[in-house]
């Protein structure tokens, strides 16, 4: 029973256990008094024995107050509590022998016999060593962590034994004297009474006992499982709980998601104005601005003076006294269009609306709500169509719909200026029955034409003419009509500018030129052919390209053969094939300005070919494409120096037919000018040879170092100067050392000249591609903004990437670039450098092969937006 009381205490209440623990330590402690004076009926002595009332009484508190510690001390054990084992079981076991111990000797001392009870030592030990082994062994078993009903009856035998075994060995310890006598006082009792009386007491307080344990434990139990039932469905409360929390928060966030993304989206900022504490306070931490920007705010509530820091300060006053305004009740609402500050000399504009939403007792606005919503391009567009409004009103463009209904024109719009600029009533003009009748008659036919098949053409659908117009003084004036033909309508809708002042100054130019032209020739004809040769032949030599050459022997020319026309046609490279580089005159268009050499019969034969007709003459294979009825006597004059090809210069007779002096004449001095041509020509070729082998690199072709530093400089200048960006792109092969290393160098230069190919098939025309060092390339993009040379630069690392290089017979890998951008309105060259370096740096350490943009480089393209019209920025 005291086992199944040990057991049950996790089962009971905190007050249940305090009760049982009382209950199990007396009913323990009354097993074992009832053991000893049960077991004293077996004691056989020849005199009747009787025992002391108080001490019998008495000698049963330390079998209830041992049997109580134990119990607590296996209650703890059971309920989570420190564990019965090691020195907590020796000493749980040392208390349990030590009350059945000091119950037995003390339940002896109740005897009443005369001489005393004396012990053996020996036997004594024996007696409580039995008790301490045995109930510790009980203990121990008792507490494994296993439960079956072998344990439970092991450690009741094991516990019984220890009284028992306790008893009867103290009893053999026990020695009575041979002439002992019992004395019987007042209070005494006799043996066969008091056992009567112990064992009926403790039989019935047992049966007691255990129907209330048993009727106790059972409701503990059942109270046990609705708390486990109670746990459990709060347990899955709590998981519903969390879930649906869970889900509320998932909720919450999705929905602030959305409400972030829709306020992106509609690019619309809320903000609170409290009119007590004079502040004005953003929902967010930054601005949505147009174009997805977003403006980091530097708080998000600030003092409404402080707020005006931000504002353009020509906007403060119209967006501060509006505000006012609204608050003080003059107007009924609020709307301002203020610029506020987005970066350096960066503005946007942005239009303000707000409400009052909470008042005081005495309707004093409290609290208002507004939003802010970025409006730049709309103002922008608002403000260009406000000048265009007033250009059409006051500036010098007419603006004009002419309604086309068959073959005539009429007037249906014009803008009201016309008054000012045309001297007519705009009705005048849309009353006329014609448009035409106020173009000049020279000008009419043409420009009817014109507009006849620009109106029948499916292709064209604008027209640009100049003519002349009637004001209404009578006076002509020369205009530049533009104009949009809408052929489904049957209207052209365009406008006039007046270019009188330049077309009059072009025709005095024309009248100048043509008196320049007449001293030139008289000019010419006072001077002698030897001058003249002298002169050109001191130009070509001051001359720094083919060019500035060219234009001086086409003037030559025309000085030395008066009615011939003619061209001079050059060599770049020493070979036969030759390229037309000056013409003058009137020359065929459908003859060869490429051809070779061989093609020619006076580079042939190395020496002048005249042709007169192609029934006396040979005609060069160069010139048959030119017809036969076009084609006419000329001159072929070979030039060479030094035994290389220079070029060949032709003449071409027009309006009449030499004779055979006039062409040995003309062939003469052909001859003396080709002798000055060939030496000034081949001079050029020699010191621009020379000057792009110092300013361009010999494998790929590219300009070298040299050149870069020089260009890169005057770009910078005149990014400065004219306010246009300039872009540099830093390029590096990907693993270039492999390709040295596995195929060797030649595969290298192979590769580094492919990547030049490549570098010249895809810039413009005056972007300039360097060879930097090594394998590191360069390219210099002038007037090209970060977003440009990001697309440009991308399109040169693809088709890098699509090009096959052959090495020999061998065809290398895949070759990969990485490129970095950097971009400058001006500064050093050696900052732009540095820039393009480390995002070529960053763009390798980003896993090569890709296009990385400066950092710094994006953030001046946004530092610079007002003026450049806003740049995009890359990370």
């Known amino acids: 029973m005291f086992l199944h009381i040990a057991r049950a205490m996790p089962d009971f209440s905190p007050v249940q256990r305090r009760r049982w623990r009382v209950g199990g330590g007396v009913l323990m402690g009354m097993g074992i008094w009832a053991m000893h004076f049960i077991g004293m009926l077996a004691f056989q002595l020849p005199v009747a024995i009787t ?38 079981l020796m000493a749980a076991g040392a208390m349990q022998a030590g009350g059945i111990g000091a119950m037995h000797f003390s339940g002896m001392a109740a005897m009443q016999v005369q001489p005393g009870i004396s012990y053996h030592l020996g036997a004594l030990s024996l007696s409580l060593l039995c008790a301490f082994a045995l109930s510790t062994s009980a203990l121990w078993v008792a507490t494994r962590p296993t439960r079956s009903s072998t344990q439970s009856t092991l450690a009741t035998l094991a516990l019984g034994t220890a009284v028992a075994a306790m008893h009867y060995v103290a009893m053999a310890a026990a020695h009575f004297a041979p002439n002992t006598v019992c004395i019987t006082g007042g209070a005494a009792i006799n043996t066969v009474l008091l056992a009567q009386a112990v064992a009926g007491g403790t039989l019935l307080l047992l049966m007691m006992a255990f129907v209330a344990f048993m009727f106790e434990h059972r409701m503990a139990q059942q109270n046990m499982l609705r708390i486990q039932d109670l746990e459990k469905s709060n347990t899955e409360l709590e998981g519903r709980a969390r879930t649906l929390a869970d889900t509320m928060v998932a909720e919450q966030r999705r929905a602030e998601a959305r409400r972030d993304a829709m306020m992106e989206t509609a690019e619309v900022n809320f903000f609170e104005v409290d009119v007590r504490a004079n502040t004005i306070s953003f929902v967010d931490k930054f601005l949505y601005l147009g174009g997805g920007r977003r403006l980091p705010l530097s708080s998000q509530s600030f003092d409404r003076m402080d707020w005006k820091r931000h504002l353009h300060p020509d906007d403060v ?14 107007t009924n609402s609020y709307e301002a269009h203020y610029r506020i500050a987005v970066g350096a000399d960066d503005w946007r ?18 609290r208002l709500y507004g939003t802010l919503i970025d409006v730049h391009q709309n103002k922008l567009n608002q403000i260009a169509l406000d000048e265009e409004r007033q250009m059409l009103t006051t500036g010098p463009v007419v603006m004009v719909r002419v309604k086309w209904v068959k073959g005539n024109s009429r007037f249906v719009y014009v803008s009201a200026n016309v008054i000012k600029l045309w001297g007519y009533d705009p009705s005048t003009l849309i009353n006329m029955p014609s448009s035409m009748s106020l173009v000049h008659p020279e000008d009419a ?12 053409s499916k292709g064209e659908s604008s027209l640009e003419v100049e ?12 205009f530049r009509y533009n104009s949009m033909i809408d052929r489904q309508m049957g209207e052209r809708k365009g406008y006039f500018i007046d270019i009188d002042a330049r077309k009059q100054a072009e025709l005095e130019a024309s009248t100048q030129r043509q008196r320049l032209q007449e001293t030139v020739l008289q000019l010419e004809a006072a001077q002698g052919e030897g001058g003249v040769l002298q002169d050109t032949g001191d130009m070509l030599h001051a001359t720094e390209d083919l060019a500035e050459a060219f234009n001086i022997i086409k003037l030559a020319a025309l000085r030395l053969f008066p009615g011939w026309s003619g061209w001079i046609a050059a060599s770049k490279d020493g070979s036969n094939d030759l390229t037309v580089g000056a013409e003058w005159g009137t020359i065929s268009t459908s003859m060869e300005m490429q051809f070779n050499g061989r093609d020619c019969w006076g580079m042939r034969r190395g020496k002048p070919h005249a042709f007169f007709d192609i029934h006396s003459s040979v005609c060069c294979p160069h010139m048959r494409s030119v017809p036969a009825a076009e084609l006419r006597p000329y001159i072929c004059v070979p030039m060479a120096a030094h035994g290389e090809t220079v070029g060949a210069l032709h003449l071409f007779c027009e309006g009449y037919v030499p004779t ?7 062939q003469s001095r052909a001859s003396r000018f080709a002798e000055t ?3 000034a020509l081949s001079n050029l070729k020699l010191r621009t040879s020379l000057q792009d082998q110092a300013m361009s690199d010999g494998l790929t072709g590219l300009y070298n170092r040299r050149y870069m530093d020089e260009a890169l400089a005057h770009e910078l200048q005149r990014a400065r100067r004219d306010q246009r960006p300039v872009s540099l792109a830093m390029i590096d092969v990907d693993h270039f050392k492999r390709f040295n290393d596995q195929y060797g160098h030649d595969a290298g230069d192979a590769v580094l000249k492919a990547i030049g190919g490549v570098l010249m098939e895809n810039i413009r025309g005056y972007d300039i591609a360097c ?23 991308q399109q040169v690392r693809m088709a890098v990437e699509r090009m096959r290089v052959q090495n020999g017979h061998v065809e290398l890998p895949t070759v990969t670039i990485s490129v970095g951008v950097s971009h400058a309105l001006g500064g050093s060259a050696a900052t732009l450098i540095r820039r393009a370096d480390e995002a070529l740096y960053e763009a390798k350490r980003g896993g090569r092969n890709r296009v990385v943009v400066s950092q710094a480089s994006a953030l001046a393209a946004v530092q610079e937006g007002s003026t450049m019209g806003g740049e995009r920025v890359l990370s």
């Open 51 to 88: 025992y002391h009332l108080g001490i019998t009484l008495a000698s049963i508190l330390p079998a209830v107050l041992a049997s109580f510690g134990v119990l607590w001390m296996l209650e703890k054990h059971q309920t989570g509590g420190p564990q019965v084992k090691g020195w907590r």
């Open 317 to 330: 006053a119209e967006a501060q006294h509006g505000m006012d305004d609204y608050i003080a009740g003059v």
């Open 349 to 366: 504009w942005v239009m303000a609306r707000a409400r009052v939403v909470e008042w005081t007792s005495n309707r004093r606005p409290v």
């Open 445 to 456: 036919e043409r420009m009817r034409n014109d507009f006849i098949k620009a109106m029948e």
């Open 467 to 478: 003519v002349r117009l009637r004001m209404a003084d009578g006076a002509y004036r020369w």
């Open 660 to 666: 055979q002096q006039q062409m040995m004449d003309v």
């Open 677 to 679: 041509l060939k030496l």
């Open 771 to 793: 060879r930097y060092g090594g394998e590191e390339l360069a390219l210099i993009l002038p007037g090209c903004d970060v977003t440009d040379a990001e697309v440009r630069v």
